[in-house]
């Protein structure tokens, strides 16, 4: 009988070995060929591996020696001196000995993926997105993306935060009835999930403090530039709060860890992308009312809809804390009621205004939080109030009837959270295989 | 300007704070009130937190000074003595100075949850999933299934794998459109993704190893205890491999890597419900045919389907190896083409049956994966020899045109794999809020 028995570690010298290898050494690497360039006496190829790019050379002799011809595209395998070269870009070469072509391509590639920025519109990137993302700057978007993702896990996890994954499909949405996608589930009709509101909340009352990062959609007829119609949400919800600002430092609490794990493990990609990290250590917040005066004030701009933010208004509310405190992130706080879910805790003293809050990052809204209602009474006496019915929320309220701790959380547009720290155009940059109005392929 | 400056630490001592402190001490901490006994002169409050119960004890006297009783389902924050008592649950207990009323339940609870197993049937346990879940042993299952997802991510992290988002909703479906969930998506047909096959495929040519951990839909029209139409897919795809042993290796190295995992920060909730851990230093593997025959010869059992196996064909294969080799997981390698996807690659050898495997764990199927055609020609052929077309496939065989480096993955079952560990009798049990053909909510 034969067993497997775990990884065998298999004689490929990746990137990182190469650079710090006692030379001279004889190695064997391999990865994709991102560029081959003919110089006459030698032959430079470009190797791209999920650790960057490496220089190997091969004299013309060598080269009419090789049974078949390297070319872009190809995967290979090469065999060769690692040696010492200022002139290379890690300042270390392979001097190519043996070549095995594990794979070749059909088509010479219609983008020069080699450029270290990629000449594409975005449409074009995105149409070949397979494609546009074997350049290094492109694919370092996501290296940074996913470095957002783990940071966010694992400093909830270090909260005492449990992970869970509730369905995206159901029989009703977390915020009414409209924006959702509907299907047909075996002859019932049947929604996506909007987001797991309901679910993490129940859940804060069986662990306390949850988590979930997970795919959320949103029939939303907005083709705009900072709209997709599914997303990526990085949701918490956590109980035995004294109040919302607890939900706003914990979301600091993240910010804070996020950049120095994105400084400890993506340093590279960082680079790559030339980004500079926003402070975090410090995020002003200010009451919406006042917000929307303090930009009425400094830049003249006239109060057109009392009760909700424009995108311009975040804008310039970004502007005035970056001018004023030189701060690139900033807490709204007290959201209009009429503005907010009915699940949202009311001011009491106030309560035209919502204990919740919105973090703008750059002049984008990148997170929505806040206390939620955890008295049964209150919750179903605000449904009432709305002119809503029970109908369909059966299974959250239940969690109610039986005692639910004070509690409150917030949800990250985990792709605007990245446009934002890559300083893009669009949120279709920060979503491998974005879906808008128009797109749903690939 | 007010600012928020990250996570202020607060007074309460949690459960495993309070198991460490010298004693005597005076402490607070909170929970969720788990069950209340009255004995008479003292009356025992039990506390549910996320680290688990804690008995606080009430002298009469003082219980009778309480503003408000304290009583089952409410969240209460109280204050007291922390000292010795050796027949209390940890050794120790709260007595109760203070309390403080943080929630008031609406309805006395409808299941004793404070029952070390809770009595209530799979279909009650499920219709009040909020409620059930309160008992410690019913969470900590999902607590070990955290512990298996966040083992899978950390394992490939740490071997060089990027983590990826790939859409829900798309044009059509991985695996042809059958079991596939449509819906209409801004007045376009669109279906809900069976799995991340193409985009993970066509990502290991951008980032060589790539995965997943993400919801997937099937609309299959099976109703038993090991079927749910949305689960949670561990998905990896790596490239540069040798072949599909490699992707065995990789995940014989996670499982080993996860019950380590297991033991190290969930040994409580293994405790809890008496977990006894697989061993999964060395996983047997056998040819499909080979399974089927011994099994057949050793139980008398006759081979129905010589293309497929059959449950209770997986779970006598599960048998043999168990009695055999003393073995929990088996690989059975070599499926029929038939019966694989048109992307599996054939073995060169007998391109009858494929370079794939399953990975069954006492007796039930938790993996599929295998090697997948990296060549262009090699994979137009194949959906032409089946009859299939082109059409929908585009931005998946563009990747391939432009060279896919060799490649290979699996996709596991969380909430299989987590039945199998548990030992539970229904996938149902190891998922919080399942989707089957009759259940649509919660």
Chains 1, 2 share one sequence.
Request: proline share 5%; hydrophobic share 35%.
């Amino acid at each position: 009988m034969e067993f497997v028995e775990g990884i065998n570690k298999k004689e490929i010298c990746g990137l990182k070995e190469m650079l710090q290898k006692e030379l001279p050494a004889s190695v064997q690497t391999e990865g994709a060929v991102h560029s081959v360039r003919d110089m006459g006496d030698v032959i430079f190829i470009i190797l791209r591996s999920r650790e960057g790019l490496f220089q190997v050379v091969c004299e013309n002799e060598q080269w009419e020696t090789l049974p078949e011809k390297i070319r872009e595209g190809m995967a290979v395998r090469v065999n060769g001196q690692l040696r010492e070269e200022k002139r290379a870009p890690h300042g270390r070469e392979l001097a190519l000995k043996q070549a095995e072509i594990l794979s070749v391509p059909e088509t010479p590639l219609p983008l020069a993926i080699d450029k270290w920025k990629l000449s594409a519109s975005l449409e074009a990137k995105l149409n070949m997105r397979a494609l546009s993302l074997r350049n290094p700057r492109e694919r370092a978007a996501f290296r940074v993306q996913e470095g957002l993702t783990r940071a966010f896990r694992d400093f909830l996890n270090r909260q005492g935060f449990t992970e869970i994954h509730t369905p995206k499909i159901g029989a009703r949405g977390a915020e009414g009835g409209a924006n959702m996608f509907r299907l047909e589930y075996f002859h019932q009709p049947a929604v996506l999930a909007q987001s797991p509101q309901f679910y993490k909340q129940i859940m804060a009352g069986v662990f306390d403090r949850v988590f979930e990062t997970g795919p959320v959609f949103r029939a939303e007829k907005h083709n705009t530039k900072r709209h997709l119609n599914e997303y990526t949400s990085l949701d918490f919800e956590m109980g035995y709060i004294d109040g919302f600002e607890e939900v706003m430092e914990t979301e600091t609490g993240y910010l804070q860890y996020a950049m120095e794990f994105l400084k400890e493990h993506y340093q590279e990609e960082l680079d790559r992308l030339s980004l500079k990290l926003p402070a975090a250590d410090r995020i002003p917040r200010v009451r919406f009312t006042e917000a929307k005066r303090l930009v009425s004030e400094k830049y003249g701009r006239s109060i057109r809809n009392p009760h909700d933010l424009e995108p311009e208004e975040e804008q310039l509310i970004s502007r005035y804390f970056l001018e004023e405190y030189g701060a690139e992130f900033v807490f709204v706080t007290h959201y209009p009621s009429k503005k907010r879910p009915f699940y949202a805790m009311d001011d009491p003293e106030d309560p035209r205004y919502t204990l919740s809050f919105d973090l703008l990052f750059r002049g984008v809204e990148v997170t929505t939080g806040g206390q939620r209602i955890h008295d049964y009474k209150a919750l179903t006496r605000k449904i009432a109030d709305r002119g809503m019915t029970e109908e369909g929320l059966e299974f959250y309220l239940d969690a109610f009837r039986y005692g639910m701790p004070p509690h409150g959380g917030l949800g990250i547009g985990l792709e605007r959270l990245t446009m934002q720290l890559l300083g893009a155009e669009n949120v279709r940059e920060a979503c491998l295989f974005p879906r808008d109005m128009n797109r749903l392929t690939p």
